[in-house]
């Protein structure tokens, strides 16, 4: 089963970055998934934030995040990041991260984890 671990949210004012990880299970290989983050607020549709492929490293990013936001994968630690800079208000979600067949998919596969909670104050 493919298991996808998130972790690095907090409460950071505007303006401020935060690094988030998601970790994957042992015997988990990177090279055969795209890797996805998505965030999600109350009464929302959990969208779609960023996305690679660790394979070949093309990265993918909504327009709402491009020049803030920077994915980028550890394959050796099986591990991919998100640096998030400038944080905004708006950017204030529970953030997963999900192993995808291709970006751009919102079907994950295994579960959805339990998330990491990022708060950005004003």
């Known amino acids: 089963e493919v298991r996808l671990v998130e972790s690095g949210g907090g409460l950071v004012q505007a303006g401020g970055s935060l690094r988030l990880s998601c970790a994957a299970s042992?015997?988990?290989?990177?090279?055969?998934?795209?890797i996805g983050w998505f965030r999600q607020t109350p009464g929302k549709e959990r969208e779609g934030v960023s996305c690679?492929?660790?394979?070949?490293?093309?990265?993918y990013y909504a327009d709402s995040v491009k020049g803030r936001f920077t994915i980028s994968s550890d394959n050796a630690k099986n591990t991919v990041y998100l640096q998030m800079n400038s944080l905004k208000p708006e950017d204030t979600a529970v953030y997963y991260c999900?192993?995808?067949?291709?970006?751009?998919?919102?079907?994950?596969?295994?579960?959805w984890g339990q998330g990491t909670q990022v708060t950005v104050s004003s």
């Open positions: 999900a192993a995808v067949l291709i970006c751009g998919s919102k079907h994950p596969f295994g579960s």
């Open positions: 042992s015997g988990f290989t990177f090279d055969d998934y795209a």
């Open positions: 690679i492929v660790p394979k070949d490293g093309r990265q």
